[in-house]
């Protein structure tokens, strides 16, 4: 029998919660049953819930078997993302599959317009204060635009999906204020390398990670989005950048937002005195000022190092992409460094613009071109290399500088490969080097 039709979930609202829950918990707690409390189950309803194709194929047995019927597109989005287009005949049946269950239940999925995780933070319905859930750990990502964004398993998105909602238990939280001068060969991977260095990667164990950011004029959203993309990697439940004037400017002039509507889900969002119970913990305050271009050494995020310690390790493949870069200013940057110069002959230098939205940005402000120009391929908008799905794949004893955001064994494809995280302003230099170089110098 199908499922009866959902209740509509409700809009983001000014809240309390209990100390210590943070934005996370008042976000949560505005759309669950009275008596939250930090570390209490309760049945949440999020504003929008997303699968893309690869986490939804899994799904669809389940849903068939039990005859339920999915939310509709207004609150449910589907995207065909992971395998688009098609690398081989079991993923292209894969994605045959998944527009057939979709249209079946009345969805159009969005196929090949980006990575699932930045169409969510380009969409109108991603306001600060909103609450997503999406069958894949990086939906975290639309915390860099103040919403509450968490990723989960295959059971909880078909109960999501269909009923409208799922059990979520209330995170407590941890706050870190971002000060000082930005620096101009910085971007957002470089933030989270400066955490993952201080604190490592399971600080912040299903707790919201909270961020501040009291620099002067803000960092840019496409930053935020990149900090917020890897709360997930240092074990975060959501991470959450405050609402300000740079988000309001975003929203507004980069996405077309309406001024008023932007206005008011910046003014709901619950960080007055009144309605902000405040985090469980405080870290110290992370200085844009004092950094310095890092890297995650091969085999995952414990062992993260200054890039001149690595400086000269020989690299075959150069990746710029993924749902943690990839954007306009991630682009910028390496144009920036790249314009009239050539990448090393010895290299591949991939890039991959997260959307087809960032990848006409590009092509219109000439980014494209000088990439091409320097010798970068430019691959269409999906997760491709990042998850070793497709293009660019690494051969043992192969050695990849990427700017995606894990480098476990096999992560990319052979086991016996290795991967450098950095960021887009060392991506660039090193692929100009055919090295692992420092690009401070670039910008010297």
Partial sequence: MAAAAPDPAPGPSSVSSPPGTGWAGALLAARAEAGASVGSYHFVRPDLVMGHDATTALAIPMAERRGLRLLPPERLMLVGDHFSPPSTAERAEIARRFREFAAAQGHLPRLDEGICHQLLAEDPRVLPGAVVVGADSHTVTVGGVGAFGTGVGTTDFVVAATAGGLWLRLPDAVRVRLVGSWPAWACGKELVLALLAAHGPEHARYRGLEFVDDTPGGIATDHRLALANMAVEQGAKCGIVRPDAETLRHLVEDRGVDRAVAEAAVARFPSHPAADPGPAERLPDLDCSALVPRLALPGGLRRIVPVADAAGEEVDQVYLGSCSSGRLADLRLAASALRGRKVSKRLRFLVTPSSRAVYGAALAEGLLGVLHEAGAVILNPSCGPC??????????????????????????????????????????????????????????
């Fill in 387 to 444: 998850g070793g799905i497709d293009k660019g794949l690494l051969a043992p004893g192969e050695a990849c500088l990427s700017t995606s955001n894990r480098n476990v064994q096999g992560r990319m494809g052979s086991p016996e490969a290795r991967i450098f995280l950095a960021g887009a302003a060392t991506a660039a230099a090193t692929a100009l080097a055919g090295r692992i170089a420092d690009p401070r110098e670039l910008w010297a």
